[in-house]
């Protein structure tokens, strides 16, 4: 829903509002099963973009399913092989997963802190010289973000960094080039 959004908001027709854009092209979205779902509606019954979100939201993210979704997202844990960059992209999922999980951004800010491993507690708290949760939800999150780029840049060199090859990795084909080249 937030990409459709923000494909909307890309989109700008002088004299008509965002809500009409929005409910104009909310059906080229939709696939299959949701399509008929939203052409099922006779006319112009559905008036408002906040009745389609509503009924959408009712259709195809019950009850059970945002339970199910909340629940995923309060138990959320940083994985022991998980770098901070993984484990923030996870946690984003699960917010993702379940639009109507209905978390405030303090409350998801305060469960992604929490839920992360000691180590990353500790380096997100001496980051900022203090524990981060006394920071302002926008000065943790731009923190978080920020730990993240870096995370990920590390990650990312590590991994197109080239290795030595220790004697027991060295195949036939290394040994002899090494030969010939000794010579």
């Known amino acids: 829903m937030a990409t459709f959004i923000e494909i909307c908001n890309t989109v700008k027709i002088t004299g008509m509002p965002d809500e009409a854009i929005r409910l104009s092209l909310f059906s080229f979205s939709l696939a299959r099963e949701a399509k008929k779902w939203l052409h099922s509606f006779k006319g112009n019954s559905l008036k408002t973009w906040e009745e389609v979100v509503e009924k959408f939201l009712k259709k195809y993210f019950p009850e059970s399913k945002t339970a199910e979704g909340k629940a995923a997202i309060s138990s959320f844990h940083q994985f022991l092989d998980e770098s901070f960059s993984e484990a923030l992209e996870r946690f984003r999922g699960l917010l993702r997963k379940t639009p109507t999980h209905g978390f405030s951004e303090p ?77």
């Open 107 to 183: 409350i998801q800010l305060n469960m992604f802190i929490d839920g992360l491993r000691p180590q990353t507690k500790q380096l997100l708290d001496a980051s900022v010289g203090r524990k981060i949760k006394l920071k302002t939800p926008e000065e943790a999150i731009e923190l978080i973000e920020n730990m993240s780029a870096n995370d990920h840049a590390i990650l990312r060199d590590r991994v197109h960094q080239p290795t030595k090859k220790s004697l027991l990795e060295l195949s036939s084909h290394d040994i002899y080039w090494h030969r010939i080249s000794c010579l």
